[in-house]
């Protein structure tokens, strides 16, 4: 839930535009961390990680760096961090986006989920798999982005 201060400290057009990389296609959804790399050779990112990757790509100057976690006679994988984080958004990515809390959360048919649970489980019911994609979450970011333009032109209109 969104007190109207922090639907106003909120920047839409930077919500949209992660809404628009999520609806790319560019990126394949993973779980659990902003952005792994499988023994497929394949970056999977959450909707957390991709939200860094936009931010970077737009203008946030933030470390990045990749960590092999195999193991000695394992299949390697790898995961990427953000300014030390690996699965939330970091301090500075929050502030680019306005959101106060380093894990937001999202509208959802009247209620709110974060935005970790939501990628990693999904809004489904008890026993169905998490969305294979990232269509709800961005549908979620989009209507997020409305109601911060509704309170700020609230606040333009008193």
């Known amino acids: 839930m969104y007190t109207t201060e922090e639907l106003r400290r909120l920047n839409p057009e930077r919500l949209e535009l992660l809404a628009g990389e999520l609806d790319s296609g560019k990126y394949l959804k ?3 961390r902003l952005a792994t790399k499988d023994t497929d050779g394949v970056w999977r990112h959450c909707c957390m990680g991709v939200g860094s990757e936009v931010a970077i790509a737009n203008g946030l100057d933030i470390p990045v760096g990749i960590q092999d976690m195999s193991n000695p006679g394992e299949q390697p994988w790898f995961r990427k961090h953000f300014a030390r984080n690996t699965g939330v958004f ?3 990515v929050t502030d680019w986006f306005g959101f106060t809390d380093d894990n937001p959360d999202l509208p ?3 209620q709110f ?4 649970s939501w990628n990693d489980r999904g809004p489904v019911e008890e026993g ?3 969305e294979p994609d990232f269509t709800t979450i ?4 989009r209507e997020l982005a409305q109601m911060a333009r509704e309170a700020r ?3 333009a209109g008193s």
């Open 153 to 155: 032109d609230a606040e």
């Open 90 to 92: 970091p301090r500075e």
């Open 30 to 32: 993973g779980e659990h």
């Open 128 to 130: 169905q798999p998490p």
């Open 113 to 116: 989920i974060s935005m970790a």
């Open 108 to 110: 959802y048919k009247g």
């Open 138 to 141: 961005a549908a979620a970011l």
